[in-house]
């Protein structure tokens, strides 16, 4: 926390008023924009598919005001429910930050390794979730003075890496969609981040990769939460780019 912080944790009222909605934040790049936008003085609400007890100790200690609400988001029921309890219980949605997503490791050689299990639900959450959960909440976000959707996608969209195939394929949807909505419904602002590995509790066991990517990079290691974190707010502050993939990655992609 800055030395500037004052004793609640709060370090600015930069995003006083505004209320923020960060999907799959119990824990990795979710918690740490959560925690971000908080301390800059915004109210933020926590979601997670089924960590709930995580989400709502992520809540708990933020420093500012705060809700945790469970949902699936590749259920549009519940995308709906969720932008549903966020008005209730805060009155506006000013930020979407669509992060939730769904991977499994899977060798980009073994094509039979990708069951149909595997396709569906990497789509099912990561396409077809941020689709249902950002086109509930648009209606709120164009009634913000500075409405934003800042998608969590990949450099797995960009060129041909991830963690499987579908994995990449999703994620070049959602660097699409982005591109769309940016183009079709301003004064929204629809923006992405794309990282390259990040290490977060989802991606701790994959140390040859961890290794492998950190000998290669122009910037000699992987992605922290927090660097993503920066990027999210860097597009939400700068009111004039809209339908940008920001690349996070240390520069790997120059290399590759």
Not at 154 to 174: D, H, Q
Not at 227 to 238: P, T
Request: with cysteine; glycine share 8%.
């Amino acid at each position: 926390m800055s030395d500037d912080a004052d004793r609640s944790g709060i370090i600015s009222d930069e995003f006083s008023g505004r209320v923020v909605l960060v999907t799959g934040s119990s824990s990795g790049i979710g918690e740490q924009v959560a925690r971000r936008f908080s301390a800059l003085g915004a109210t933020v609400v926590v979601n997670s598919s089924s960590s709930v007890e995580a989400g709502q100790q992520v809540s708990d200690a933020l420093p500012g005001e705060s809700s945790y609400v469970q949902a699936d988001i590749s259920d549009p029921v519940q995308c709906q429910a969720l932008v549903d309890a966020v008005i209730e219980r805060h009155g506006r949605l000013d930020v979407l930050v669509n992060n939730a997503g769904w991977t499994q490791r899977v060798d980009h050689r073994d094509l039979d390794a990708v069951t149909d299990e595997i396709f569906r639900r990497t789509f099912e959450v990561n396409v077809f979730g941020t689709w249902y959960l950002t086109k509930a909440a648009m209606p709120h976000l164009r009634e913000s003075d500075d409405g934003n959707v800042v998608t969590v996608s990949s450099i797995a969209g960009l060129r041909p890496v991830g963690s499987s195939i579908p994995y990449a394929m999703s994620k070049a949807a959602l660097n699409h969609m982005t591109a769309l909505l940016a183009k079709s419904h301003g004064p929204v602002r629809v923006n992405a981040i794309a990282p390259g590995l990040v290490a977060t509790p989802w991606t701790e066991e994959w140390h040859d990769l961890h290794e492998s990517i950190a000998k290669v990079n122009p910037v000699p290691r992987v992605a922290m939460p927090d660097d993503c974190a920066e990027a999210v707010l860097a597009l939400v502050r700068n009111r004039y780019v809209s339908g940008e993939v920001m690349v996070v990655d240390g520069g790997f992609t120059q290399r590759f």
